[in-house]
């Protein structure tokens, strides 16, 4: 089982900046799609990101487009979230997920999970 390791969250106000770490303990990380997803609570998990394993292909969640980034440095088995122009709506538990796939949007195409970081942007 791959183990996910989230870091970088905290609190921000409203159009302030965040950037989430996620390390992966598979020495194989450059197979795998990686995915960032978040939930706030009584809401369900939504999609945020997701990178392929080549770098070159990423999606994004309608809210996040323009404002947030992915991206990952397979050197160092590590997937980052840039989150600019942060709104209170951004405000939740974030989570980083590894896929087989080759691009996953879904939250049921990951296979494993990290624990969380959250995420709490003032107004």
């Known amino acids: 089982q791959v183990q996910l390791v989230e870091s970088g969250g905290g609190v921000v106000q409203a159009g302030g900046s965040l950037r989430l770490s996620c390390a992966a303990s598979t020495p194989v990380f450059s197979w795998y799609t990686m995915g960032w997803f978040r939930q706030a609570p009584g809401n369900e998990r939504e999609f945020v990101a997701a990178i392929s394993r080549s770098v070159s292909n990423t999606r994004y969640g309608d809210s996040v487009k323009g404002r947030f980034t992915i991206s990952r440095d397979n050197a160092k088995n590590t997937v980052y979230l840039q989150m600019n122009s942060l709104k209170p709506e951004d405000t939740g538990v974030y989570y980083c997920?590894?896929?087989?796939?080759?691009?996953?949007?879904?939250?049921?195409?990951?296979?494993?999970w990290g624990q969380g970081t959250q995420v709490t942007v003032s107004s």
């Open positions: 997920a590894l896929s087989g796939a080759t691009m996953a949007t879904g939250p049921r195409e990951y296979n494993s």
